[in-house]
């Protein structure tokens, strides 16, 4: 059974940071593509951040800069280090795993208040 679960989610006001992490269970992690993805009511989810089996990395225009995404495959996890956190960034993450299927975690709320 594919498990993704995500967590480090919180309230956290403008200007500061959080760290999430997504641990992957069920595959053969360090052959995936993983990423975070970000959902807010009524707007479709969108790319955030992924990096590839080999470590590339490739992020949405609007967090190049403030958010990096890294992975430990000893540990099954992926990670997105977000900093200098604004308002638009609040959403629910979602974590990704996939190589032609994609596999989701349930979610973590980041809130980031004005």
């Known amino acids: 059974q594919v498990q993704l679960v995500e967590s480090g989610g919180g309230l956290v006001q403008s200007g500061g940071s959080l760290r999430l992490s997504c641990v992957v269970s069920g595959i053969r992690f360090s052959m995936y593509t993983v990423g975070w993805y970000r959902q807010t009511p009524g707007k479709q989810r969108e790319l955030v951040a992924t990096?590839?089996?080999?470590?590339?990395?490739n992020y949405a225009d609007s967090v190049k800069g403030r958010f990096t995404i890294s992975r430990d495959n000893a540990k099954n996890t992926v990670y997105l280090q977000m900093n200098s956190l604004k308002p638009e960034d609040t959403a629910v993450y979602y974590c990704?795993?996939?190589?032609?299927?994609?596999?989701w975690g349930q979610g973590t709320q980041v809130t980031v208040s004005s």
């Open positions: 990096i590839t089996s080999g470590s590339s990395t």
């Open positions: 990704n795993a996939r190589i032609n299927y994609a596999y």
